[in-house]
């Protein structure tokens, strides 16, 4: 084991037996009491030595035996203690590649903070190598968002449209302007492989039909002879936004019968919104959305069919580029957060913000007891079932806690 103290956390001193890590109170902690010499200490635990040497350091600072070894423990217990041996093979696979590592640095400091365990960077980055995500929409949002995925470290990246890219596609991150005319899918691929860090997998901005392609890594012999990953998220970012704002049920029909999640976000007519995130059989999907919205508004099918038909010939969107930004940005970030194994603030909820004032406000999406997605709970039966012993309640779980002398920051 050679333990390292967490660098994304910036260190200070409360006062001269505690030391807070971490500046915002999201993440920060605080831990004490901590005496000068072990204060020292700390700064020794930075991955270039083993438990060996870090014990005879210490005995060479007049610490008394079992210094390091508690210290370690309690900064372990406080999810501040990282190892830089830690991660499991493919972690190790990855340091053996510093250009890669260097480029998603970032990444790992943000990761090391969620995953609280040693190694916990390194395994999270190996494990989004392995995801594939399509998303559908290339310009403004959709472009932008797919390359994040792909910078961020998702090792397939697909990305389907049609068509040839246009001057109103070109955005900062997404499209540039040398792809102005080329094919949507094709620009869409070169844009992923250049945003994609080191030796990135090869994806395929590709049309409805078309096989993914495979990485170089399967190429040179990296998960050779394992079957194509299935779709763990599919981000819906159309480039006239209505399809986000009003998803077409029939559209969503594969994605539900095969439990695929898929997040909504886009921009129409100076409003963005990201979600909501649906988890099929779970949370309210397109066909929820729209059976609630007739219940509410029986005009609202005769209105949907004309606008749809108004997209169809429109030749501009009201897609203004700081906004279209800014969802794609957070669209990204509540993609990465569930493929990372966390729920976003998205899931069943669609985010919205509208010019000029551009206050975000959510608005859950409810399930629909008539939608066959069957994300609605069952009807309560309507015949009171002969009275039985109240169950015993279970035991409360056991209460977990930072271990002795941590605790969050206020």
Same mark, same amino acid.
């Given at each position: ?6 660098? &994304?956390?910036?260190? &200070? ?12 109170? !999201?993440?920060? @902690?605080v ?18 030595r083993?438990?060996e ?10 610490? #008394?035996?079992g210094?390091?070894?508690?210290l ?13 041996t830690a ?5 190790q ?11 998603l640095?970032p990444?790992?400091a943000?990761?090391?903070?969620? /995953?609280?365990?040693?190694? *916990?960077?390194l ?7 392995a995801i594939?995500?399509q ?6 949002v959709? *472009?932008?968002i797919?390359?994040?995925?792909a ?5 397939r ?9 246009e ?5 900062? *991150?997404?499209p540039?302007?040398?792809s102005? $005319?080329r094919l ?6 070169t %844009? ?17 039909g078309d096989?993914?392609a495979?990485?170089?890594?399967? =190429?040179? $012999?990296?998960?050779r002879?394992g079957?194509?990953?299935? %779709? !763990?998220? @599919?981000v ?13 049920p029939?559209?969503?029909a594969?994605?539900?019968a095969?439990?695929t999640p ?8 100076g409003?963005?919104?990201?979600? +909501?995130?649906?988890l #099929?059989?779970a949370t ?6 729209e ?9 609202? +099918? ?11 010939r429109?030749?501009?969107? =009201?897609?203004? %580029? ?6 794609a940005?957070l669209?990204?970030? /509540?993609?990465l ?10 899931? &069943?909820?669609r985010w919205e &913000?509208?010019?000029?004032?551009? /206050?975000?406000h959510?608005?859950?999406?409810h +399930? ?10 069952? +009807?309560?039966?309507?015949?009171? #079932?002969?009275?039985?012993? !109240? ?20």
């Amino acid at each position: 084991m050679y333990p390292k103290v967490k660098p &994304a956390l910036a260190r &200070a001193w409360r006062d001269l037996q505690t030391v807070q890590f971490g500046v915002t109170p !999201a993440h920060a @902690v605080v831990l004490g009491p901590v005496d000068t010499a072990t204060g020292s200490l700390i700064d020794r635990i930075d991955g270039t030595r083993g438990m060996e040497l870090l014990r005879a350091e210490a005995a060479g600072m007049g610490l #008394p035996e079992g210094q390091v070894d508690e210290l370690v423990r309690r900064l372990a217990g406080a999810g501040l203690l990282d190892d830089a041996t830690a991660g499991g093979p493919h972690a190790q696979a990855l340091r053996r590649r510093p250009e890669t590592l260097e480029r998603l640095g970032p990444d790992l400091a943000s990761l090391s903070l969620v /995953h609280r365990e040693p190694g *916990g960077d390194l395994r999270g980055i190996a494990a989004r190598r392995a995801i594939r995500v399509q998303v559908r929409g290339s310009g403004r949002v959709g *472009g932008v968002i797919a390359a994040v995925l792909a910078g961020a470290g998702i090792g397939r990246v697909e990305v389907l449209d049609g068509g040839r890219v246009e001057t109103a596609d070109v955005a900062p *991150g997404g499209p540039g302007a040398g792809s102005v $005319g080329r094919l949507r899918a094709e620009a869409a691929r070169t %844009l992923v492989r250049e945003s994609a860090p080191g030796r990135a997998p090869r994806t395929r901005g590709h049309l409805r039909g078309d096989p993914p392609a495979r990485s170089p890594g399967e =190429a040179a $012999g990296e998960d050779r002879g394992g079957p194509e990953p299935g %779709l !763990a998220l @599919v981000v819906v970012a159309p480039r006239d936004g209505l399809q986000a704002w009003a998803p077409d049920p029939g559209i969503a029909a594969d994605w539900i019968a095969t439990g695929t999640p898929h997040l909504y976000a886009g921009v129409l007519e100076g409003t963005g919104l990201v979600g +909501p995130l649906v988890l #099929p059989g779970a949370t309210a999907c397109a066909g929820c959305m729209e059976r609630d919205r007739v219940d509410r508004d029986p005009a609202w +099918p005769r209105m949907l069919v004309q606008w749809r038909s108004a997209h169809r010939r429109r030749t501009a969107a =009201a897609c203004d %580029l700081g906004l279209s930004t800014a969802v794609a940005g957070l669209a990204a970030a /509540h993609a990465l957060s569930f493929l990372d194994g966390e729920l976003p603030a998205s899931t &069943a909820t669609r985010w919205e &913000a509208a010019l000029p004032g551009l /206050h975000w406000h959510p608005s859950p999406v409810h +399930p629909h007891p008539a939608c066959p997605c069957a994300a609605a709970p069952s +009807p309560e039966p309507t015949s009171e #079932p002969p009275s039985e012993p !109240a169950p015993t309640p279970p035991p409360e779980p056991a209460q977990t806690g930072s271990a002795s002398g941590a605790g969050r920051a206020p």
